[in-house]
């Protein structure tokens, strides 16, 4: 799942050390932990959707090196999985890594549009600017990035105007009591399971 936007600069303005890791962790785990048994984790180099198991009883998000984006974009693949999907490791799905010839990378787009319009939703929540990741770093091919962020911008549209997902409308309308509205988390947490029910 897409990383190379993740990464970020070394000097960090005020406003940005408001989006903390903490945070994001709270807000969704506050939501999702106890009606779900899902949980949002901090990872390593890649994410994995984890699901519970013997030794883990609840389910995992884990997002990629503590990244704030790599939390939404995995939160955003979470959302839109269902209830069977969300049995397997990864969702069933299976990852094609940097390297992807054209038919590859076509096929990783088609199914990136989904998350990342949702993901640009949740960004847009928080007060932050979402970039698409195409996530081909060590491609051959040419990738026409314009062309994709047309059709993730299209489909979040599509998302406003139809509706989102039950799981992604009550984390996106957190998002927005605790960032826009200046709500506690606490408060924030309830609004998300108010839209839950």
């Known amino acids: 799942m897409p990383q190379n936007q993740y990464q970020t600069g070394s000097i960090v303005s005020d406003r ?7 945070d ?8 999702f932990a106890e ?4 949980r949002l984790i901090r990872g390593g180099d ?4 984890r699901p519970a198991n013997s030794e883990t009883p609840y389910h995992q998000v884990i997002f990629a090196r503590g990244y704030y984006a790599s939390a939404l974009h995995e939160i955003s693949h979470w959302c839109i999985a269902g209830a069977q999907r969300r049995q397997q490791e990864d969702y069933g799905y299976w990852y094609c890594p940097d390297g992807r010839d054209a038919e590859q990378q076509k096929a990783f787009e088609q199914a990136e549009i989904a998350p990342q319009a949702l993901e640009s939703i ?3 929540a928080c007060g932050r600017v979402f ?3 195409v996530d081909n770093l060590g491609g051959d091919i040419e990738v026409d990035i314009e062309t994709f ?3 993730v ?3 979040a549209q599509r998302y406003q105007h139809e509706g989102l997902p039950l799981r992604a409308e009550a984390f996106r309308h957190a998002l927005e009591a605790y960032y826009q509205q200046g709500f506690s988390r606490q408060l924030a947490i309830a609004q998300g399971l108010h839209r839950l029910l």
Not at 16 to 22: D, G, I, K, S, V
Not at 35 to 38: E, F, G, I, L, V
Not at 46 to 49: A, M
Request: net charge neutral; no cysteine; charged share 30%.
């Open 16 to 22: 940005q050390e408001r989006w903390t890791l903490e």
């Open 24 to 31: 994001i962790t709270a807000l969704f785990d506050g939501i």
């Open 35 to 38: 009606r779900y048994q899902t």
């Open 46 to 49: 890649e994410p994995l959707y």
């Open 122 to 124: 949740f960004t847009r």
């Open 131 to 133: 970039h698409v990741s």
């Open 149 to 151: 962020a047309m059709r």
């Open 153 to 155: 911008e299209a489909r």
